[in-house]
């Protein structure tokens, strides 16, 4: 569990942070389209992720002080599933499927409308909405990068 005013300082955070790096995340995209997948997915990493679970994918990001629960390493999800990488399951945390409290809710993740489509939905000046192939795309791109920072 999470205190509320912590978790609203950490969802402040993450929303100024996303804001203010989306020219860096149509980039990414962008980049997706030349530089490969792992390029862009580490770039939605890095926006939206890295906040709570670090750069490195540890846990250890700026915001991780501030919340009552350590943020998931996300280097030892195969390890910890029997050697093999839960692509499922880390999909459903991204789409929020899969719940946990400092993700938000579904209707209101931390990391806003970046991996949604929503019919007739308004994403506001920042984050454009997205068909839904844009927003599989985005999602399996974020998990590929997840899966690339496997520990052995």
């Known amino acids: 569990m ?3 005013p912590k978790f609203v300082f950490a969802v402040l955070v993450v929303s100024i942070l996303s804001a203010s790096n989306a020219a860096m995340a149509q980039e990414g995209s962008a980049a997706g389209a ?14 939206y992720c890295a906040q709570c679970h670090g750069s490195d994918g540890m846990g250890n990001g700026p915001v991780a002080p501030e919340l009552k629960r350590k943020p998931a390493n996300l280097t030892v999800l195969a390890r910890n599933n029997g050697g093999v990488f839960p692509s499922g ?28 489509f929503r019919p007739g939905g308004m994403a506001g000046p920042f984050v454009p909405v997205l068909t839904p ?20």
């Open 2 to 4: 999470i205190h509320a």
């Open 34 to 47: 030349s530089g490969g997948a792992a390029t862009a997915g580490q770039q939605e990493f890095r926006e």
């Open 89 to 116: 399951e880390v999909r459903d945390f991204i789409v929020g499927t899969k719940a946990t409290l400092s993700h938000g809710t579904r209707e209101m993740p931390v990391w806003g409308y970046a991996f949604l």
């Open 133 to 152: 192939k844009e927003a599989d795309e985005r999602i399996n791109r974020l998990v590929d990068y997840v899966r690339s920072i496997q520990q052995q």
